[in-house]
């Protein structure tokens, strides 16, 4: 019996039990335990990884048993991984720690609750990238809205109620839907494994395309897509830093992966029929989002902003439905939460000294932070895409996977026109991230140095704790961007098993 | 009348012998240790949960067919008796400390069950009518029992007038279709409906009684009375209001319509489709608007009608109607965990003479109760249908029973006000947990255990929910 994957999921919950069971005022206590066992989950998910068998396309150290199987259900525990989620799962275990790290002084109120919030949200990131039945899959995924609205509501900035709430029936108004769409395939197909669904197929169309669309409701407000995304400043402008490095790094690739999961290999007529409008919607994403970061005045919401726009691609990337489009997307979930994680954790970090996001009252930091200035730069380099880091290496398959798309027709309207504006999307990103990092490292020195030296202490440099948070995430930047093959590889079988699938024109 | 008639309603006896002794007993309680009587009322009850449990499986008809002992039966009965503990454990503290402390409480709840359990076994029309007052008539005295507060005696007098006038719709219903079937035993009108011909008397008459029961449960549009004689009615009382007396309508209808009408389903299906969706729609709308704790779960209770209400619509397909009738059970117990732990809590945190029921004053409460807080919280995630709580698995189940029939469009709504019901239920979260304030609550220690009991049965049952379904589902297979 492999229980490995359950244990990846729930080993969270041990530091949960520990935390819950701890009274008092030792929060240093309880952050250490909250970080330490998310150290074991990553440790549990670098075991995994290690059974993992890259070169087989199929659901691997799969765990299947009978949960509810009475009164006509037949709902599964299951759980396995491919190729396919595998990365992404590494990402979250890698991620939770980091985020746990950045908050050691962030978060002075309620470090019990904060934490339990946390490992709790972990559980169900990891429940949503392994479930492999429907029933099961819907569960954790509206499991991983309670914390993230209790992390922002409790522990947001000035109006964190309303992002909460936002945040949550946005959220919840998707994934309804796909609820009704989950028992309409559970009933008709008298299962609720996806692997079976899968292999049973045969949905006639024009259900399909109904089917097709109340899951990718759901996903494309995770994701999300223009012009569901207006969740998505709110939420991460008044989440704290740890909030908004998950939600950006993890949560949204949920609506991603949900697609790559569920949409294409369940409903490929509709993908297919659906692939130039997604694609539509994909690259007005992508010069929308570019085009509003660059009129933002606070820095988080710019970084926001520009995920719409970088979410743009990836969406852009899977509906070209092809390996290097596919495989493209899935680096890209993985580069987006590395680089973006890093530029909401190094904006918390300056946050936590100034108390604002405001461009204006920064400048001529480059003198005074030498050290934050150039890991922010490798950052905001690393997020618009220059080549040798690693937002470069996915931008580019996907543009490749689009415009191959465009060629063979796929999007058999658009043509290649939606590779070749998408393309613009990539300049406008350098204009945007050099603008920030212009505002705030370079010029005369700004307002905001004197602000805080009126409180009694300069501002300082990056210290060890901060360092070492961000440091895990460089390396990654860099590997990605120089030597990506490994990660390709990782993933190639299953995307091509998936590609195989589509009753591609 | 012989012996195996009076195996059929044994529990019924025994509870309704309790009750006449406890009556008595009550009187030589002195007045201030009327703690004894609620603890005999729970003894009485338990002896008859157990005796309603080792009734599983059996399967008779007594007194001429009057009344029926089956799986369903037990299922409700068993529901009912459990709400009746926890009706119980609810009030022992609260009425002490609202100076309303009477033995006569704990005897009114007891013959109130004793109706309820005759309700769910009743398959004579004159039996469901002789059930529904003997469960109304002790609630319309309870809903008053705080008098001279005159909110609560305006709550009895306004449940005891619109309950009369229900009484009436039901009454004339069943002169109606014993005109139409010459029968008021539902088997026999089942017959007599699929030879007759015409049936416009039959549907009328069905017609008049969905307008009684739909008084008793509180559907659209018939839910006028509710929100003020909830609000009204001691909060102990209301809570077991809520869930009994609904319980109880609800297996009453299942077990009429379901059984004795499907003749005429082609009519009642539309009325019951738009009962349905109003009841959702205007349930979850308006208690939007809602900033008394106790009007939002009043809507809130309206809100849920609705969806059980889902369960009917397809009572006339043969192939969906046990499912769906199993998936109408199964809410039923998870709304009544949800619903008493919810006011468990509003309990806690009332005060004499009204205070503490508004939205705000849960302002900071898991700072300073954060248990209170959590278990509120979990409450709520339930009632809203989201994990890991059975109101997600009883949504999901009813959700089905109404796809698989092919009413998408009403799981449609259905799922829709359930987002909307989201924006109210989550702001009890958050003034709880997002604003600050100095909240007391009474920590008595039987409502400490009701409020973590069914915080616990909320969680729970929602990963392993398997054994309510199979038995659930077993419930309903004789009923057809």
């Not at chain 1, 746990?100 to 169900?124: C, D, N, P």
């Not at chain 1, 190094?346 to 150039?374: C, N, S």
């Not at chain 2, 008084?215 to 009994?244: C, E, I, L, N, R």
């Amino acid at each position: 019996m492999n229980l490995s994957l359950t244990l990846l999921t729930f080993s969270p919950l041990i530091g949960i039990l520990v935390l819950l069971f701890m009274s008092g005022n030792n929060r240093n206590t309880m952050r250490w335990t909250a970080l330490i066992t998310s150290l074991v989950t990553f440790g549990v998910s670098i075991l995994v990884f290690t059974m993992f068998n890259a070169s087989n396309p199929d659901l691997q150290l799969v765990e299947k048993y009978n949960w509810i199987t009475v009164a006509g259900w037949n709902i599964q525990y299951h759980l396995g991984v491919d190729g396919l989620s595998i990365l992404l799962i590494l990402l979250t275990t890698f991620l939770t720690p980091i985020s746990i790290l950045s908050t050691w002084t962030a978060v002075e109120e309620r470090v019990k609750e904060y934490m339990i919030f946390f490992l709790l949200l972990e559980i169900g990131m990891n429940g949503v990238f392994l479930a492999q039945d429907l029933f099961l899959f819907y569960i954790f995924w509206e499991f991983t809205l309670v914390p993230m609205y209790f992390i922002i509501g409790i522990w947001g900035g000035p109006r964190r109620i309303y992002a909460a709430i936002k945040f949550f029936l946005y959220t919840m108004a998707g994934s309804i839907l796909m609820l009704l769409a989950i028992l309409w395939l559970g009933v008709n197909g008298g299962t609720f494994s996806l692997p079976e669904l899968i292999a049973q197929g045969g949905i006639p169309s024009n259900i399909q395309w109904w089917l097709f669309l109340a899951f990718a409701a759901a996903f494309a407000i995770k994701v999300p897509m223009w012009p569901l995304h207006s969740w998505l400043p709110d939420a991460h402008v008044e989440a704290p830093t740890a909030g908004s490095v998950i939600l950006a790094g993890v949560l949204l690739k949920l609506g991603t992966y949900g697609f790559v999961r569920f949409n294409l290999p369940l409903f490929p007529e509709a993908a297919v029929r659906a692939a130039p409008w997604i694609a539509l919607l994909a690259t007005i994403g992508i010069i929308y989002g570019a085009a509003v970061s660059y009129a933002q005045a606070d820095i988080k919401k710019l970084v926001a902003y520009s995920s719409v726009s970088h979410l743009g691609f990836v969406m852009l990337g899977l509906f070209a439905l092809n390996p290097e489009g596919i495989a493209g997307a899935i680096l890209q979930m993985i580069n987006h939460g590395i680089s973006t994680g890093a530029l909401f954790l190094l904006v918390g970090m300056i946050y936590e000294q100034t108390h604002t996001r405001e461009f204006k009252v920064y400048g001529g930091l480059w003198k005074i932070t030498p050290v934050f200035g150039t890991i922010f730069l490798i950052v905001a380099l690393s997020s618009m895409g220059l080549p040798g880091l690693n937002g470069f290496v996915g931008e580019f398959t996907i543009l490749l996977g689009a415009w191959g798309a465009g060629q063979n027709g796929v999007f058999y309207w658009g043509n290649v026109w939606f590779a070749a504006i998408s393309a613009l999307g990539v300049i406008m990103a350098a204009v945007y991230i050099l603008y920030m990092f212009q505002k705030m490292f370079l010029g005369p020195q700004g307002e905001i140095v004197d602000e805080v030296k009126k409180h009694g202490h300069a501002i300082r440099d990056l210290n060890w704790r901060e360092i070492v948070t961000v440091v895990p995430l460089l390396i990654f930047i860099f590997w990605i961007g120089l030597y990506p093959a490994p990660f390709f590889d990782i993933m190639a079988p299953a995307v091509d098993k998936l590609v195989a699938m589509m009753p591609l024109p | 009348m012989n012996q195996f008639d009076l195996t059929t309603i044994l529990p019924i006896t025994i509870l309704t012998v309790w009750a006449c002794v406890l009556l008595l007993v009550d009187l030589f309680i002195p007045k201030t240790r009327k703690g004894i009587t609620a603890l005999l009322s729970a003894l009485g009850l338990a002896a008859t949960l157990g005796f309603t449990l080792s009734q599983i499986g059996m399967e008779d008809s007594g007194f001429n067919g009057m009344v029926a002992l089956d799986g369903f039966s037990t299922f409700v009965n068993a529901l009912l008796l459990v709400s009746g503990l926890l009706g119980v454990a609810l009030a022992y503290g609260y009425v002490k400390r609202m100076g309303i402390e009477r033995g006569e409480y704990y005897t009114l709840l007891l013959f109130s069950v004793v109706g309820m359990m005759l309700m769910a076994q009743a398959t004579d029309l004159i039996v469901v009518f002789l059930a529904l007052e003997l469960l109304s008539i002790p609630l319309y005295v309870l809903a008053a029992f705080s008098r001279p507060k005159t909110d609560s005696e305006e709550a009895g007098l306004k449940y005891f007038l619109l309950g009369a006038f229900s009484s009436g719709f039901l009454v004339y219903g069943i002169a109606l279709i014993f005109g139409a079937t010459q029968s008021t035993n539902i088997f026999a009108i089942v017959e007599s409906a699929s030879t007759s011909t015409s049936n416009l008397l039959l549907t009328i008459g069905a017609a008049l009684l969905l307008i009684g029961f739909g008084f008793k449960v509180a559907a659209v549009p018939f839910h006028m009375w509710t929100p003020d004689v909830y609000q009204g009615a001691p909060t102990a009382v209301t809570a077991f209001m809520s869930s009994g007396a609904k319980i109880a309508g609800f297996a009453a209808l299942l077990r009429v319509f379901a059984t004795a009408f499907p003749a005429i389903a082609t009519d009642m299906t539309d009325v019951l489709w738009v009962l349905s969706a109003a009841t959702m729609i205007v349930g979850n709308v308006v208690a939007i608007a809602q900033t008394d704790i106790k009007r939002l779960l009043a809507y809130s209770s309206i809100a849920h009608a609705g969806y059980i209400l889902m369960v009917f619509v397809p009572y006339g397909n043969e192939n969906v109607v046990a499912t769906s009738v199993a998936a109408g059970l199964f809410y039923l117990v998870s709304y009544a965990f949800t619903n008493f732990g919810a006011w468990g809590v509003v309990i806690a945190l009332e005060k004499k003479e009204g205070k503490g029921l508004a939205l705000n004053d849960y302002a900071g409460l898991s700072k300073r109760h954060p248990a209170l807080a959590a278990a509120m919280a979990v409450f709520m995630l339930s009632l809203i249908g989201l994990p890991p709580t059975i109101g997600l698995i009883g949504k999901i189940y009813l959700f089905r029973a109404v796809i698989d029939a092919g009413f998408v469009w009403l799981a449609i709504i259905g799922v829709l006000t359930s987002l909307v019901s989201a924006f109210y239920y989550l702001r009890v979260i958050v003034v709880m947990y997002m604003k600050d304030g100095e909240p007391t609550a009474e920590r008595e220690p039987w409502l400490d255990m009701t409020t973590a009991v069914t915080a616990l049965v909320t969680v729970i049952v929602s990963f392993v929910p398997q054994f309510l379904f199979a038995w659930a589902s077993d419930a309903v297979l004789k009923l057809f």
